[in-house]
């Protein structure tokens, strides 16, 4: 079996880009995009309009990864969101954010499940999420002070 | 407590403390404590040896090697090593896997609601020095750095033929030990 039946969709990768693009004319730049793969790059101020067109009117129903980088001069907030309906189309929407006070607005009103991955990505990275309903740390102890996943985090010297 | 208890004035927590001692004092000033000890230590160290039960805790990937020591090819229950679920069944606490500082204090309360004669097993890498995780900055650096621990068996992670001789080390430590039935002196 080539393909599962709810993977059968109805719009292409580059039908969704089109609609994208028509729909944010300005923030929001298509990088590359295959059949089944979109890689975009937003401005935060549009992103939580972004998410909300793409749960609303492109049935985007799944928060697959929320995750970060360290770019050095910048921190990026990466999100992978899927679709079962549009021939299990995947989009990366990259946001980039200031290093120094790294804020981005919380997907979680829109997709639960994207609670945890946020959780871990401040946990790591630092990157605080506006309106999140429960932003603490979740692998490592509360009183920590550091963000182990940035580039300037030095582990402690050996002998 | 004061040191002519009146019986009838004393609450029970007072009554049991002073009975206890004076008990305590008769043991000992009649030798009867060290004659019980010395009667009852082969007996005592023997079923100590041979019941030694392990408590099922997981920590990571070495509590697989462990669920296979007490499957039917390598049978740790032979030997009398049985893994119980609740602390206060157990005498020996396994350290198996890397111990992460979230866990380290409920492994070290888990130590502490095991009754008394017991013993630390560390098992692998990561809980004898970090292992592969040394200098992480979420990973204990060895469980010798907050349990007294008794053996380390070193492997990532060891066989369980190595796991079963590291529990038969500990067979020979605890006859050496020869603590007698008041686990004192």
Known sequence: MAEINACSGNMTGVEIADALSKEFPEGLTITSFAPKRIYAQAGKEI???????????????????????????????????????????????????????????????????????????????????????????????????????????????GP | MNDNPNAVAMNSKDFMSWSTGVIDDILRATMAKKAIDKLMLPFWNWSQRNSMYPLHFGLACCALEMAASAGPRWDTERLGIIYRSSPRQCDILLLNGWISKKVRPALRRLYEQMPAPKWVVAMGECSISGGPWYDCYNVVQG?????????????????????????????KKIRAEAKGPFLED
Request: aromatic share 10%.
């Open chain 1, 47 to 157: 992103f939580l309009d972004i998410v909300k067109f793409m749960k609303d009117e492109l049935d985007f129903d799944h928060s697959s990864l929320v995750s970060g980088m360290d770019m050095g001069d910048r921190i990026q907030a990466i999100h992978h969101l899927t679709s079962y309906r549009n021939n299990c189309c995947l989009i990366e929407i990259v946001v980039d954010l200031d290093r120094d006070n790294p804020e981005i607005d919380s997907i979680t009103p829109l997709y639960e499940g994207a609670n945890y991955t946020e959780r871990e990505t401040y946990d790591m990275l630092g990157i605080v999420f506006k309106g999140h309903p429960n932003l603490k740390r979740i692998f490592l102890p509360e009183d920590t002070q550091f963000y182990p996943l940035r580039k300037d985090f030095k582990l402690k010297e």
């Open chain 2, 143 to 171: 469980g010798d750095t907050f349990l007294p621990v008794d053996i380390y068996i070193p492997g990532c992670p060891p066989r369980p033929e190595a796991l079963i001789d590291g529990f038969l080390k500990l067979q």
